[in-house]
Nanobody, 120 residues
Framework: QVQLVESGGGLVQAGGSLRLSCAAS????????MGWFRQAPGKEREFAAS?????????YADDVKGRFTVSRDSAKNTVVYLQMSNLKPEDTAVYYC????????????WGQGTQVTVSS
C-alpha cells in the first residue's frame, strides 16, 4: 500500500522561499498524477499544483502560478517537490501531497500534511 510523507514545511518571512518534499513508499510506485493541495485555517482544502507522472505536464492554481513549481526527482522515482518562492502571508496553510493511483479517477492517497507559515 502506498504511503506519502511530506516534509520541508516551516516558518518563513514574506518574500521568502521553501521547498516541500513528498516521499512515496510502496512497491512499483507509478501513479497517474501527484498533486499538492493546501488548507488554510477556516477554509476548505484547495488545489495548488500537480504533475502528470507520464510526460511530466504540470498544472497550477492561478494564485500560485509563477511562484510555485512542482517537479519530480529524476533519480528518485518516488519523490515529488513543491518549490515555493515569493511567499505571501495568504500562502499560510497545511500543505498536503496526494497521489492519483492507476484505476482511480481522483486523488486517493494522501499524506499527513506539513505546516507552512508565512509571516508579514
Amino acid at each position: 500500500q502506498v504511503q506519502l510523507v511530506e516534509s520541508g514545511g516551516g516558518l518563513v518571512q514574506a518574500g521568502g522561499s521553501l521547498r516541500l518534499s513528498c516521499a512515496a513508499s510502496g512497491r512499483n510506485f507509478s501513479p497517474l498524477a501527484m498533486g499538492w493541495f493546501r488548507q488554510a485555517p477556516g477554509k476548505e482544502r484547495e488545489f495548488a499544483a500537480s504533475i502528470r507522472w507520464s510526460g511530466g505536464s504540470t498544472y497550477y492554481a492561478d494564485d500560485v502560478k509563477g511562484r510555485f513549481t512542482v517537479s519530480r526527482d529524476s533519480a528518485k522515482n518516488t519523490v515529488v517537490y513543491l518549490q515555493m518562492s515569493n511567499l505571501k502571508p495568504e500562502d499560510t496553510a497545511v500543505y498536503y501531497c496526494a497521489a492519483q493511483t492507476v484505476g482511480s479517477t481522483k486523488y486517493n492517497v494522501w499524506g499527513q500534511g506539513t505546516q507552512v507559515t508565512v509571516s508579514s
